[in-house]
């Protein structure tokens, strides 16, 4: 397919005459280069593949994991009840998912001013599935060199044995991860056996393929076109920089003059700075960027460039952190690694940790302190106020009471407010786990013991077993 392009024309005159028109043709955009990463070892790639490991074992073992009987992890959009462990939160507790989002978002801000982009390099599900991936390109089709030779080849019977292998397991893989994706709204087990007895519904159908096509589509093709272009946080982490945020740096004071020389060769009787020019930073970078041009958005953090680096200067005999972990203060003013890190508790960095901490200990107070019961009143419009034998005013109300608890429990209904006032229905009901039920209730005073008009009144619902928690809601009587 011919790039787009567009043509510009100029012309050049004189005096003396009129040449003709010159033409050059410039690209809208850049066509993608490939980038082949080189696997590397090191301390920094340990605690990616540990990272990997681990959210890896959460995402695709929590939503097996059982808690009473039932899933511990669903979100069941569909009853609109959401299962954490023993907690169950209906769509009255959308606060708790707005507390959950505000702690993230405070986190990331946290992280980010001292450390950059640690989230990216380390815990982003683009960065995870990606060097999963890459793993799998590593293990069918060979390490860097192998996978650009045969990426160069004429196209052959064993090319395309070993590309359909790699796209079979990217695959598989990708397919696995959208129907756990998908077991978390749906109860996993009875997901498995419908997509063992091809029983699916369509939007269970849809998610898995959408979610699977997504992970395919990001981590085996996409890949740092996702971090470069379509992920907003490259975008803006500058503005969560500033002088003293942990980046990663390349030491020009050290490194400069680079180029190549035998080892065993003393830099500076040539000339030159500990960079040897061998451009190992730049083969193991998954984004494709040169780190020696400084800090630049498409740097995700990985520190794959400093493990990497770090292995040439031991084969040079050189020391290490050529490429490290720093700020841009400490490169302008040589500070010591431990006047680096006190520069950390900065007055941002302290105000983010106090708000933070104040958010997360309101949230835990809040949810040690909720009640597993709720209850609304509804007043019944279409009987306002009547008159009933022995001459009582009646008012007619709809209770929405919510069980949260997992167990069965029995509740007891009480009115105040009026003297006299009193319910005509049955006080006790008998409420199974984890259930809502609308009851109607009735409600009389006798006649005469109230002005006429509006007039405060307050439903009390206490559990008669357990803790005895009660909850109460406020409405109003109204006697004509």
């Known amino acids: 397919m011919a790039q787009p392009s ?9 005096d003396q005459s009129v ?5 050059a043709e410039q690209a809208l955009y850049e066509v993608r280069k490939k980038i082949y990463p080189r696997a590397v070892r090191g301390w920094f790639a340990a605690w990616r593949w540990a990272l990997v490991w681990a959210t890896q074992l959460a995402f695709y073992g929590g939503a097996w994991l059982t808690w009473n009987g039932r899933q511990a992890l669903l979100f069941d959009i569909a009853s609109r009840k959401f299962y954490v462990f023993g907690l169950v939160l209906w769509p009255q507790d959308a606060i708790y998912l707005t507390i959950l989002l505000v702690i993230s978002a405070l986190s990331l801000f946290l992280f980010t001013t001292v450390a950059g982009r640690l989230w990216c390099g380390y815990a982003c599900p683009q960065t995870v599935y990606t060097e999963l991936f890459m793993w799998i390109e590593r293990v069918i089709e060979g390490d860097r060199a192998r996978r650009i030779v045969l990426d160069r080849s004429d196209f052959g019977a064993r090319k395309l044995g070993l590309k359909a292998a790699k796209h079979g397991a990217w695959i598989a893989v990708a397919l696995w991860t959208g129907f756990t994706f998908v077991g978390y709204f749906t109860p996993i087990r009875e997901l498995w056996h419908a997509v063992w007895g091809g029983e699916t519904g369509p939007w269970a159908t849809f998610w898995i393929l959408f979610y699977g096509f997504a992970t395919y589509g990001n ?7 996702v971090c470069k ?10 503005a969560m920089f500033d002088q003293d945020t942990m980046i990663i740096t390349y030491d020009p004071e050290r490194g400069e003059p680079r180029g190549a020389r035998p080892r065993g060769i003393e830099p500076k009787a040539r000339g030159l700075g500990d960079c040897v020019d061998c451009g190992v930073c730049v083969q193991v970078c998954p984004t494709g960027i040169d780190i020696r041009d400084g800090l630049q958005y498409e740097c995700i953090g990985c520190a794959a460039c400093i493990d990497g680096c770090n ?7 050189y020391a290490r952190g050529l490429i490290r972990y720093s700020t841009a203060h400490a490169m302008e003013r040589g500070l010591t690694r431990a006047q680096m890190f006190a520069r950390a508790f900065r007055p941002r960095v302290l105000l983010y940790s106090a708000i933070l901490w104040l958010v997360i200990i309101a949230a835990a107070v809040a949810l040690y302190e909720r009640v597993p019961l709720k209850l609304d009143v509804i007043r019944d419009r279409a009987a ?13 109300y709809q209770l929405q009471i919510m069980n949260t608890a997992e167990q069965t429990r029995r509740f007891e209904i009480r009115v105040e407010g009026l003297p006299g006032i009193r319910l005509a229905s049955d006080p006790v009901v008998e409420m199974a786990g984890a259930s809502s039920r609308l009851l109607p209730v009735k409600v009389r005073v006798a006649d005469g013991s109230a002005a006429p008009g509006s007039h405060r009144i307050e439903f009390e619902l206490r559990a008669l077993d357990g803790d005895r928690e009660h909850v109460e809601e406020k409405s109003v009587f109204i006697v004509r």
């Open 311 to 317: 292995q040439v200067m031991d084969r040079m005999g």
């Open 19 to 23: 040449r003709p028109a010159e033409s």
């Open 6 to 14: 567009l043509k510009i024309v100029t012309q050049k005159t004189n």
């Open 229 to 238: 272009y379509m992920c907003p946080y490259a975008r803006f982490q500058s």
């Open 219 to 225: 981590a085996g093709w996409m890949r740092e076109q």
């Open 384 to 396: 306002i106020s009547r008159e009933v034998e022995g001459g009582q005013i009646e008012n007619l």
